[in-house]
């Protein structure tokens, strides 16, 4: 299988403490791939050794064939971290002028990168005027110089409003079609769960779980909820007619395992005119995460 990123067996002590014990994870062309870990689980490391600022104590990395740090490897990688800094006094196309250079590429190419992070027409604006928001897709359009094939992204969203984040995200669907592959660490599982297609929690160094989040699902077990809501006035009758729930808001709520989810469907779809509506709730990631990091201890 054709890998933008490998990891083989990787590990890396800082003194007592091992930071990363034995991982492994490859990433393929045009894959998202979500990196999540409580502060200290190891994940600021994982991505300092892809990037070749810190070296591994042991196994093997390739980033698109090349040693992490490498001329190839680092023509082919772009990185946004958290906490972008920029000159305050620099124009947003002053600088991102500045870094197409630095790649050699004509800074021409400054307002079209600006243009496609949603920047255009704050481009003549000294950055210092920037809010934090606009500071995070300045770097964005940095990380996007030169059609990297790796984007390394580090709590990408933070500072960016609702709409901001859901253009961000539209961004990243396109760069992933196009063939760029994306590992993504971020604390807001929420807006990760429906945008990226394989999830790696991390914990003390280790990786506790890996796939799909159909996958991850499936091994945690956790229980599926049914909200089950009445037509006005007959929350009594529903409850008579399908015991167990709970009530909660405006109906009854049931939690079952997911080899119970179909025969309670099918009891409810033969109460007919006693259900108005019915929703059901996976496990969330945010579930999923914490099931996983609770087995692991934390």
């Given amino acids: 299988m054709q890998t933008t990123l490998a990891l083989s067996q990787i590990t890396k002590t800082f003194g007592a403490v091992r930071a990363l014990d034995a991982v492994s994870l490859h990433l393929a062309p045009g894959e998202r791939l979500a990196l999540l870990g409580h502060n200290g689980a190891g994940k600021s490391t994982m991505m300092k050794i892809i990037l070749g600022l810190i070296d591994a104590d042991g196994g093997e990395v390739q ?51 600006l243009d496609r992070v949603g920047l255009g027409h704050a481009g003549k604006r000294r950055i210092g005027t920037y809010s934090k928001g606009m500071r995070q897709r300045v770097g964005l359009a940095q990380a996007l110089i030169g059609r990297p094939g790796l984007l390394v992204l580090d709590e990408p969203t933070s500072g960016l409003d609702p709409v901001s984040r859901r253009d961000f995200y539209a961004l990243l669907d396109g760069l992933a079609a196009d063939g760029a592959s994306i590992l993504l660490s971020s604390h807001a599982l929420t807006e990760v769960e429906a945008r990226t297609d394989r999830i790696v929690i991390l914990s003390r160094g280790v990786v506790v779980a890996e796939g799909r989040l159909e996958d991850l699902r499936t091994r945690a077990a956790l229980p599926v909820t049914v909200q089950v809501i009445p037509p006005e006035g007959g929350m009594a009758a529903l409850a008579e007619a399908l015991p167990g729930g709970r009530p909660m808001g405006a109906g009854l709520r049931f939690e079952v395992a997911q080899a119970g989810k179909l025969p309670l469907l099918s009891r409810i779809a033969g109460l007919g005119a006693l259900v108005a509506d019915i929703e059901v709730e996976p496990p969330s990631l945010e579930d999923i995460y914490s099931h996983f990091s609770r087995r692991d201890g934390q």
């Avoid at 772009?78 to 305050?88: C, I, M, Q, W």
């Avoid at 197409?100 to 800074?107: D, F, H, K, N, V």
Wanted: charged content about 15%; proline content about 10%.
């Fill in 63 to 113: 980033v698109m064939g090349a040693a992490p740090g490498s001329a190839a490897a680092r023509r082919a990688t772009a990185y946004l971290p958290e906490n972008v800094a920029f000159h305050p006094a620099l124009t947003g196309l002053e600088q991102i002028g500045h870094y197409l250079r630095l790649r050699g590429e004509p800074a021409s190419k400054a307002p079209a990168l």
